[in-house]
């Protein structure tokens, strides 16, 4: 048995972590995703924005293991404002769609003070059981 570091071509290296593990029996684990680009920059500054380039990488992350988006089996947010996140429902709901398509995980939502990344307003991590490798 043996797993698979994933990491998407062209993406900055990962210092001190694994972006997605790969298992023999086809399960990814998606380390979690924040808001910045394959080069680790910022682009917004703006909840809607971060959360929809995380989700974005997560999709790559899967990609880059051989799945798609349906693939994925579980989302774990880490949001560092409630009240931003609800009063911005609907906006969620058109970004969520916009890149996973009417595809819903089992999903779990955790509030934090704060992320590694001073930047970060949400943290999404994932997993993905993706067809049994040989």
Known sequence: MSNQVIHPEGWAPA??????????????????????????KFESDDFI???????RNIVDIVRAAGG????????????????EYL???????????KIMGRHFPAMTMVV???????????EIEATAKLEKRL
């Open 15 to 40: 210092k001190g972590y694994a972006n997605g593990i790969l298992c023999d029996d086809g399960t990814l684990y998606v380390g979690g995703q924040i808001g910045w680009t394959a080069e680790q």
């Open 49 to 55: 924005g971060q959360m929809e380039q995380a989700l």
């Open 68 to 83: 798609r988006p349906e693939d994925i089996t579980r989302l774990t947010w880490y949001v560092t404002d409630k009240k």
């Open 87 to 97: 009063a911005r429902q609907r906006e969620v709901g058109e970004t969520y769609r």
């Open 112 to 122: 934090v003070a704060g992320l590694v990344e001073d930047e970060a307003l949400v």
